[in-house]
């Protein structure tokens, strides 16, 4: 069987490093890379997976460097074009996608046509705020076999008239990362970053809010850095935002606020592993990216989510919630911080994107693979709008894998 696997960002690679790892050591699986992985302006991050001693099949070279809609959608024209191409040369038999981003349509278009099967992971997950909610069902709609992180995403995909035996409930990819990799300390961290290891650390990712329209993307921004100068004794780690509309804006600003202090830094790309490790050493997790929901309570480390961007997604209680004015995110950067009883909560919180407390979510997915049947079942779908739980692939749960 030839499985392709497809990633175009750091996030959506540091989710799938280990599950692309174990298919290519079983020898089914094909990497093709592009996106903002291949470019300069987002750290160049096809390095990180040459580095990983991954085996890149093809790559794809599309992002117009903009982040206007007009370059975005001709971005995804390109890309539509090279995939075409790519599947002439060599037909797989599967492909794997993740998540929302818009560059997904390209490789779902081209599956949809050339009639190959697609396994979609993190489907059913909702994040009201983004144009990705879109893109995402979209997907789900498209493929063939759903991956999903909980339950309660699960019957949300059955919800949109997915036939249940469809649906394996594995957990989140990104959980494997934290029970996989060797975390740095503060000590080391401080060497590789050169940050002050005895100051504690705010560690802040942002991402454009691409369906708001009560807030502008600069003032929403400006809105969080004037809450992070309530914090002079923290050094703050910012990390830049993805490729989308507006993400020049916020690394503008976020520019600014750093020229003019010393305890305020910001990195392009850390990596999967520096990136964990700075949340793993952090006091708390401030932003609206999805690791804050995902990774840190797994690392019991608080997180305050602002604004809509992950609205809707399932999170554990470490995640304080927050809207996109100063005085809310200053009170709950403080909350996260000095209130003990919160503290406490956190330790102990439980994360609900890792069911099986394990982390092994590229055991279970190389599992349903290796007893997937490509046949006129799973490529001729129908609605079917009632949920039947009892269908849902839980077999794994037995430690089959």
């Not at 560690?203 to 600069?218: C, D, G, Q």
Request: aromatic share 8%; hydrophobic share 40%; glycine share 6%.
């Amino acid at each position: 069987m030839k499985i392709f696997i497809f990633t175009f960002a750091r996030s959506e690679y540091g989710l799938l490093k280990w599950t692309v790892k174990a298919f290519q050591e079983a020898g089914i699986g094909k990497l093709i890379v592009g996106g903002a992985h291949l470019s300069r302006f987002f750290g160049h991050t096809e390095k990180e997976i040459i580095e990983d001693g991954l085996n890149i099949d093809y790559r794809v070279d599309f992002l117009i460097d903009s982040d206007s809609p007009v370059s975005l959608s001709k971005s995804v024209g390109i890309s539509t074009v090279s995939i075409a191409q790519i599947f002439s040369i060599e037909k797989p038999d599967v492909v794997v996608i993740l998540g929302d981003r818009y560059e997904l349509l390209s490789v779902v278009t081209n599956a949809v046509l050339h009639r190959i099967p697609i396994i979609h992971i993190a489907g059913g997950e909702l994040t009201y705020g983004l144009i990705d909610e879109q893109i995402r069902h979209a997907a789900t709609k498209a493929s063939h076999i759903h991956i999903v992180s909980a339950e309660k995403y699960a019957e949300n995909v059955s919800k949109m008239g997915e036939e249940d035996w469809r649906i394996h409930v594995l957990g989140s990819p990104g959980v494997e990362n934290i029970y996989r990799l060797d975390l740095l300390d503060k000590e080391e961290l401080s060497e590789v970053l050169k940050i002050d290891y005895r100051k504690p650390i705010i560690l802040v990712t942002y991402h454009p809010v691409t369906l708001e329209t009560k807030i502008s993307t600069r003032g929403q921004i400006r809105n969080l850095l004037a809450a992070l100068e309530n914090f002079k004794d923290h050094q703050i780690i910012f990390t830049s935002p993805g490729a989308e509309s507006d993400s020049s804006i916020i690394v503008e600003e976020i520019r600014k606020f750093i020229s003019k202090r010393d305890n305020a830094y910001l990195f392009k790309s850390l990596g999967a592993r520096l990136y964990l490790s700075v949340m793993k050493n952090s006091e708390v997790v401030v932003g609206n990216s999805s690791s804050g929901i995902i990774e840190a309570p797994s690392l019991k480390v608080p997180t305050v989510n602002i604004g809509d961007r992950q609205k809707g997604r399932i999170s554990a209680e470490s995640v304080l919630h927050c809207g996109y004015s100063m005085n809310e995110i200053k009170s709950s950067i403080e909350k996260a911080l000095y209130d003990e009883n919160f503290k406490k909560l956190v330790r102990n919180v439980k994360n609900p994107y890792d069911p099986y407390g394990d982390g092994n979510f590229s055991g279970r997915l190389l599992k349903v693979v290796e007893n997937l049947v490509i046949d006129e079942k799973l490529l001729r779908k129908r609605l079917d709008f009632e949920v039947r739980k009892e269908e849902w692939n839980y077999f794994l749960k037995r430690g089959d894998t």
